[in-house]
């Protein structure tokens, strides 16, 4: 066995970390602002390793990667898209199911680029260390790796947008997906200008956020809510 090496660990400087929390703040679900200008390699590269170095259960990596720019694959994601997006709005009742028409949920033509990140389901093996009790913990690791492509793609002066609305069976069939391999994340890349001040769905008026105060509490649910030492 190697030794395990180990380095110095301490704050960021200054800059570094107002780079990082600005990235964390400014990040934005993009779905109308793509530049048809394609993404250069190196820098989908830089994305993709941001990706796989995200933490995972049992040093598992269940993610893979499908780069997807093939037009006619995609055409066929929009229409399944289009048509769940129907299935959708008719859950919606009044204004709701108005405002929802009017609002624009995905990029797919638009974007440069899309991408679709997957968990494999057997990779590790049938025992994975940390996943004995829970296994949706691999699920838990992809995501992790959707949000540091996300947060890196918002350094690089790259838009994502998640798109959601798909029926399951539909992306299997497309991008030929085995049984054990679940699509987490569909995913529309491209370059922007401009980005929206704060949520997009909070601009149009469909939700607004909460304060941290009403999303925090102390030692057992329904206990008082954190708050930082006054000093």
Known sequence: MQPIGLKPAGAFSAPEREAVYRAIHERRDVRGQFLPDPIDDAVLARLLAAAHAAPSVG????????????????????????????E???????GRRALYSALKLQGISEAPLNLCITCD???????????????????????????????????EGIGVGWV?????????RILGLPEHVVPVAYLC???????????????RGWATRHALAQMTCTDRWGGPAWEPAAG
């Open 88 to 94: 959708a709005r008719e859950m919606f009742e009044g």
């Open 164 to 172: 959601s609305i798909f029926r399951d069976a539909d992306l299997r």
């Open 189 to 203: 890349l491209g370059h922007v200008t401009e980005l929206f001040d704060a949520p997009e769905l909070e601009a």
């Open 59 to 86: 040093l598992s990596q269940p993610w893979n990667f499908l780069v997807i720019r093939d037009a006619g694959v995609r055409g066929e994601i929009r229409t399944a898209f289009e048509r769940a997006n129907d």
């Open 121 to 155: 389901r057997r990779r590790g093996g049938p025992v994975v260390l940390g996943r004995t009790h829970d296994t949706d913990t691999d699920l838990y690791s992809t995501v992790c790796a959707v949000q540091n492509l996300w947060l890196a793609a918002r350094a």
